[in-house]
Nanobody, 122 residues
């Protein structure tokens, strides 16, 4: 089992910045990637950013179109923490942000945190 606990959400004005953290614990071996996703009320959960943690391209990142150039995902293996630095925030960035871990195995598994609320005021 892998446990993920997000923190760092809050209320911020448009144009501001926030840094989200995702503390990872448990059986963290074979985690292939981490990701941040967000969900606004009445909408589906969408990709924000992912970062690879496996052998092939560790540190390789991918971003959703709406956040590319404004958000940065990073991984501190020493602290077992995944970060999402968010800058130039827009009201449409409002939502609950979830951390996800994808683990190799038979079967592969996905783990989700409980989410942290981000509200951007105009």
């Amino acid at each position: 089992q892998v446990q993920l606990v997000e923190s760092g959400g809050g209320l911020v004005q448009a144009g501001g910045s926030l840094r989200l953290s995702c503390a990872v614990s448990g059986s963290t071996h074979s985690i292939a990637s981490f990701g941040w996703y967000r969900q606004a009320p009445g909408t589906q959960r969408d990709l924000v950013a992912t970062i690879e943690n496996g052998l092939l391209n560790p540190g390789s990142t991918n971003y959703g179109d709406s956040v590319r150039g404004r958000f940065t995902i990073s991984l501190d293996n020493a602290k077992n923490t995944v970060y999402l630095q968010m800058s130039s925030l827009l009201p449409e960035d409002t939502g609950v942000y979830y951390c996800k871990a994808f683990q190799f195995g038979r079967p592969p598994r996905e783990y989700w945190g409980q989410g942290t609320q981000v509200t951007v005021s105009s």
